[in-house]
């Protein structure tokens, strides 16, 4: 199974930036798509950006298209999510998710099988 770790929150004002990295712990990293989510407080978990395995196509919820950026290296196993211009409703935990056997981005939680723990972000105005 494979097993995710976040990393890089934190607490940062609005306009400033966070680079957040998930690392995976199987060498089949590789073939899997993957995505970030977030979920604030009383409030739905939501998409936030995907990467198919190859890195050749991504996607972005209209919310964060423009400020974050997904990538990944498939030599580390880890994807990273750059995220700029910061404002407070960005504040939520984010986790990575992997696409267990599918290679194709989605936008879909329920695409998504394998889950990390999450790691805070806070934004302050």
């Known amino acids: 199974q494979v097993q995710l770790v976040e990393s890089g929150g934190g607490l940062v004002q609005a306009g400033g930036s966070l680079r957040l990295s998930c690392a995976a712990s199987?060498?089949?990293?590789?073939?899997?798509?993957m995505a970030w989510f977030r979920q604030a407080p009383g409030k739905e978990r939501e998409f936030v950006a995907a990467i198919s395995w190859s890195g050749g196509s991504t996607q972005y919820a209209d919310s964060v298209k423009g400020r974050f950026t997904v990538s990944r290296d498939n030599a580390k196993n880890t994807v990273y999510l750059t995220m700029n211009s910061l404002k407070p409703e960005d504040t939520a935990v984010y986790c990575c998710?992997?696409?267990?056997?599918?290679?194709?981005?989605?936008?879909?939680?329920?695409?998504?099988?394998?889950w990390g723990q999450g790691t805070q972000v806070t934004v302050s105005s």
């Open positions: 998710a992997a696409r267990i056997y599918s290679s194709l981005a989605s936008p879909l939680r329920n695409d998504y099988r394998d």
């Open positions: 199987r060498r089949t990293f590789s073939g899997n798509a």
